[in-house]
């Protein structure tokens, strides 16, 4: 526990001019006998600054709450030792630049605030060091374009990089292009340059080992300390890494779903990237005959876009037909080529190449649907296309039919092979009822195209590869956090990650062999990575009252906890991304942090003075995550949008940290009302510890139950989930919250 504790208030940005400071004061000493408190009028100033690292040196105080602006600001002026206890109550975002000044309720507000953040600290303790012997040198998993970019920066910044890939050589798929898309002005020609030049760089750089013909047997252990074993050429070995970026890359979507659109049918019709191999090999000619092709349609969008297929963007394969049909021209100059499009997608600088190809007097580019392909009687393909633009059905006979069909990440998903694995030991078990069985079927069945090999092979209790987010991308937050994947210091980049070019690819290496580097840097001092970046705290177990129920293994995002045979949870640190939802998830309630915990939230909801029912002035507590919530209503002041003064805020690392006790504990002290405001879930999830809020509502049914005990209505608690730019919409949300609490009338605790 904190024992000095300094409680430092501002009276600058017009605090003083809003709030008796006075008054406010009297609350740390009066009420909590704080040793030391002072009011600056500005303390993040040089002056202010001094004031409390004075106190701090000289031993006056060993913690400190600053009651000034949002924790969210001036962090360099209130940085003080990172383990110390440091509270900050937000005075100014969230009580004078949205109240009344010099109002009672503007005070009172306040003087809560200020009570909850001497509570916190008081009940914080300060946190330790972990300085475990860390390694630093990183793992790239893939040895295309996007790999070999994310070892080079790696290294080139300083950083050992161990190259694997399960190939003989480095290159990738690029190295196999005949011709790349434009790279330099004018953006009009295909670029010739291959990969060469890359691949020595690598091959020759002093700090990248490379090892082909590789891959991974195991990944043991976690960020700093990952040991990995290889089977490589030379054998097997095993080598200790900090992070790991995942860069495997795509594989083409599986043309033999496209039937619809003529594949399997003849041999003429055939995929983009068959025929960049036709290329490679020789002439573009009819696989049924040899002809030389005289006609050529390209289908864009094959099975991409599409609902029953990959429902996104594929993103490259507008620009490879462009591509192609300048490979038709260059080897006949006479021939005819159609593109069918939905769209066409050439971002950037690539549309100059689009405007060339449209500008070719043999190219005929229609926006379109191809409603079938058929054997014509000439032995050529004749292709019905709905054409969107003429508003009719046109039937175009042409030599080869090339299907643009579209990428999927070469990922292996974990979920997804644990599963697959469970269901094929039900089959096995002798035990097993049909039912379950047919169960297990069913679900081998189903998670059949998202099963894949395994890549990483992680020793996880969770599962042997990373989670995939819809549609198989092993991503975790598709707006913050581009390459973080569910499992901290694995980091994706590449197609791997995202449909995208080459070009991209080598852009995306390089954020995430920096976000590796970060990763690496933060875990040796022990910190946390995004989005708590430089967090010291970890979660603390007490073992002695664990009952094995798992939940906390299961619902950790990050498959931080592993079990041991008993199933009793065993951390591994430097997973942690220090969100909280163990504890949230915890029945027993004994996962917590020196600085957040179960009994610091229930600390601080008991700090808020509820007024009595006479006093018709009704409480209500909002949990807000701290992400994008509270940050929201930091705006919502910067704005100086009112709100109703009758709330009381306590920002959480995540909703998914909520522990329902905290609600019980407010609605039986007279609190009248909860509210949770949580990042958005669901398909586009912006949750920063990816399903928090999902879990905070699901959790929230068990709150029914307590309702029901206390006889209260269940329109006294209510999730929203808000994005961080709407903040306008928050102030309003409050205070039609406010308007159902003061329908429903005072909670009956009140005063109890
Ligand atoms: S704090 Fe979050 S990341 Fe760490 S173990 Fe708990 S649930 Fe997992
Ligand atoms: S949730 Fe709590 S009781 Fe359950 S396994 Fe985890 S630590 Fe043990």
């Known amino acids: 526990m904190a024992n000095a504790l300094g409680v430092y208030i501002c009276s600058g940005c017009s605090i003083g001019d809003a709030i008796d400071t006075g008054k406010l004061a009297k609350v740390a000493t009066s009420e909590y006998k704080v040793p030391r408190c002072q009011v600056h009028p500005f303390l993040c100033g040089p002056e202010g600054r001094r004031l409390i690292e004075k106190d701090l040196a000289e031993g006056a105080v060993d913690s400190v709450v600053v009651a000034a602006c949002s924790p969210r600001v001036k962090t360099d002026a209130f940085a003080f030792d990172p383990r110390m206890v440091l509270d900050r109550v937000n005075l100014r975002e969230h009580v004078v630049w949205c109240q009344p000044p010099n109002h009672e309720d503007t005070q009172m507000m306040a003087e809560d605030y200020l009570r909850m953040g001497i509570v916190k600290a008081q009940k914080s303790e300060a946190l330790d060091t972990v300085l475990d012997d860390l390694s630093k040198r990183l793992l790239v998993v893939g040895g295309g374009i996007a790999g070999m970019t994310a070892a080079l920066e790696a290294a080139n910044a300083g950083y050992e990089v161990v190259l694997v890939e399960k190939a003989r050589a480095l290159g990738g798929f690029v190295a196999s292009l005949e011709k790349r898309f434009p790279t330099s002005a004018p953006y009009e020609d295909l670029a010739t340059d291959g990969t060469a030049a890359m691949i020595q760089a690598v091959m020759y750089h002093p700090r990248i080992r490379v090892l082909t013909s590789a891959r991974i047997l195991k990944t043991d252990g976690q960020p700093g300390m990952f040991d990995v074993t290889l089977a490589a050429e030379t054998g097997e070995l095993t080598t200790r890494v900090g992070a790991v970026v995942l860069a495997t890359g795509w594989k083409p979507y599986d043309p033999t779903r496209l039937a619809h659109l003529g594949y399997g049918l003849s041999p003429d019709v055939i995929t983009n990237v068959e025929l960049e191999q036709m290329v490679a090999a020789g002439p573009i000619a009819r696989k049924s005959d040899g002809r030389p092709v005289q006609s050529v349609l390209f289908v864009q969008c094959a099975g991409s876009r599409d609902k029953d297929h990959l429902a996104y963007c594929s993103s490259v394969c507008c620009m490879a037909s462009l591509k192609h049909a300048a490979y038709v021209h260059e080897q006949n100059p006479d021939a005819a080529v159609y593109i069918i499009y939905k769209d066409m997608r050439t971002p950037g600088q690539y549309e100059r190449f689009y405007r060339k190809a449209q500008d070719h007097p043999l190219n005929f580019l229609t926006k379109g649907e191809v409603t079938g392909v058929e054997p014509a009687a000439d032995g050529r393909l004749s292709v019905r296309v709905k054409d969107s633009l003429l508003g009719d059905q046109i039937a175009i006979g042409v030599d080869l039919v090339v299907l643009a069909a579209g990428m999927v990440p070469n990922a292996a998903d974990g979920v997804a092979i644990r599963a697959v694995n469970d269901a094929r030991a039900t089959l096995t078990r002798g035990e097993a009822t049909e039912p379950q069985k047919a169960d297990a079927r069913k679900k081998i069945d189903e998670l059949a195209h998202h099963e ?189 949008v009112h709100y109703d003064p009758s709330v009381r805020v306590i920002p959480l690392r995540c909703l998914g940290s909520l522990n329902i006790v905290w609600i019980a504990d407010a609605l039986s002290s007279g609190i009248d009302g909860v509210m949770l405001v949580g990042c958005k879930y669901g ?55 406010m308007a159902r609490i003061r329908e429903l009338g005072p909670n009956p605790y009140k005063g109890l």
């Open 452 to 640: 894949g090999t395994e890549i990483l092979n992680l020793t996880y209790r969770q599962g042997p590869d990373l989670p995939a987010f819809r549609y198989g991308f092993p991503d975790s937050h598709f707006v913050c956090f581009p390459y973080e994947t569910r499992r901290t210091g694995i980091f994706a980049a590449g197609t791997v990650r995202a449909p995208m070019d080459a070009a991209h690819a080598g852009e995306d290496a390089a954020g995430a062999a920096l976000k590796a580097i970060q990763s690496v840097e933060l875990a040796s001092l022990g910190a946390a990575v995004h989005p708590r970046a430089g967090d010291l705290s970890f979660p603390i177990f007490f073992l002695q009252r664990c009952t094995q129920c798992k939940r906390c293994t299961e619902e950790c995002p990050f498959g931080t906890l592993d079990e041991d045979v008993k199933g009793t949870p065993q951390l591994n640190p430097y997973r942690c991304r220090r969100c909280g939802i163990c504890m949230g998830a915890c029945p027993e309630r004994i996962i917590s942090f020196k600085n957040y915990s179960v009994e610091i939230i229930a600390s601080m909801v008991k700090a808020i003075e509820v007024p009595e029912e006479d006093e018709e002035k009704p409480r209500v507590l909002v949990f807000m995550c701290e992400n994008d919530a509270y940050p929201a209503l930091d705006v919502a002041g910067l704005n100086r």
């Open 683 to 737: 398909d586009d999830y912006q949750c920063h510890f990816m399903q928090g809020s999902e879990l905070a509502d699901r959790r929230l049914e068990n709150v029914k139950e307590t309702l029901q005990r206390l006889q209260l209505e269940s329109g006294r608690i209510q999730l929203t989930q808000l994005a961080i730019n709407e903040y306008d919409k928050l102030p309003a949300l409050i205070d039609g919250f």
